[in-house]
């Protein structure tokens, strides 16, 4: 016990930012990508900042359920008595990077109601005649909520990107578009947690071979992701650029490795806990005389 204490001083990295229990260094320092980051060079079976192992990862998950849920709750209670804040949990990664196991393993650890959850596919017919940020814009979260992207604006200069969607102009634009988009929802309550989820090529050959396989996840295999695939280089590049420009102090990139899907959980439940308590939640004070309800009850 007090060796591990000791370790986790030593291992407090110099700007205070606060290292979780289990951890060699705070998730959130340690995955966030900084200036120069270079996802090429990025291990994707790697754990940074964390050694404990399997075992010990899935336990810390199961150990944060409690904690996000009565800070969800609480965020739910202020956003119904006149708060504005939210939190906003953006998802990228390629196919099969364990996008929807993070909100079933993660966000599914918190009251369904408090959660609003929103995937973005290929835009449709209305949504192509709009500005691209118009559709995530009117998904933004309500006060309380906690909102998730599955894919999100970001796909706007990702798949734009690659498959040349848009004029170069047009697609160097947004980025800027998307960091004025984020700092002003960041400056009207909402905290945005952007995640990359990266997987390695091998690892994403695997997944799609075991969907091929098994019957129960047909469903889940989509033709084109073998396209998306065979553009993998550029899919990479297109990441490095978004990471580049739009990793922004407001609202900074999270790049978690994704081969080992107990860590890209691990990871994601402590940024999420790390939003939420960063927010210092209480419980709203009632709204009505607390003792005089209880004598009108006790009358009935
Ligand atoms: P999935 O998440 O597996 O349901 O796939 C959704 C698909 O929609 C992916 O192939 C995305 O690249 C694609 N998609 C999402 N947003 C956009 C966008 N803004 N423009 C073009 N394709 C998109
Ligand atoms: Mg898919």
Redesign the pocket.
């Known amino acids: 016990m007090a060796a591990a204490k000791k370790a986790r001083a030593k291992a407090r990295p110099t700007n205070g930012a606060r290292v979780a229990a289990g951890w060699d260094a705070a998730p959130t320092e340690v995955l966030r990508a900084r200036d120069g980051f270079d996802l090429a060079s990025l291990d994707r079976s790697s754990t940074p900042g964390f050694s404990g192992g399997k075992a010990a990862g899935r336990a810390l998950v199961a150990q944060h359920a409690d904690e996000l849920s009565d800070l969800q709750e609480r965020l739910f209670a202020e956003g119904r008595t006149g708060g504005s804040r939210s939190v906003l949990l953006v998802l990228q990664g390629m196919?099969t990077a364990g996008?929807g196991g993070i909100v079933r393993h993660v966000v599914g650890l918190v009251d369904p109601q408090g959660v609003a959850h929103r995937?973005?596919?290929?835009?449709t017919a209305q949504e192509l005649r709009h500005h691209?940020l118009w559709r995530v814009r009117r998904e933004l979260p309500r006060p309380g909520y906690i909102g998730v992207f599955?894919?999100s604006h970001y796909?706007?200069v990702?798949?734009?990107r690659v498959?040349e969607?848009v004029e170069p102009a047009v697609l160097d634009r947004r980025y800027d578009e998307i960091n004025r988009f984020e700092a002003k929802a960041v400056a009207s309550g909402t905290t945005v947690v952007k995640v990359a989820l990266v997987v390695s090529y091998e690892e994403q050959r695997a997944r799609l071979a075991e969907r091929l396989e098994r019957p129960d996840k047909h469903w889940k295999y989509?033709p084109?992701?073998v396209d998306?695939r065979a553009l993998w280089p550029a899919y990479q590049d297109a990441y490095q650029v978004m990471l580049d420009r739009t990793s922004t102090d407001t609202a900074p990139w999270h790049v978690v490795p994704a081969d080992r899907k107990w860590f890209a959980r691990l990871a994601v439940s402590e940024l999420l806990l790390d939003a939420l308590r960063r927010l210092d939640l209480g419980w709203p004070a009632a709204g009505f005389d607390v003792e005089e309800e209880k004598r009108r009850l006790a009358a009935t």
Request: no cysteine.
């Open positions: 196919d996008k995937s973005f596919g290929v835009p691209f599955d894919r796909e706007d990702l798949v734009a498959r969607l989509d084109s992701d998306s």
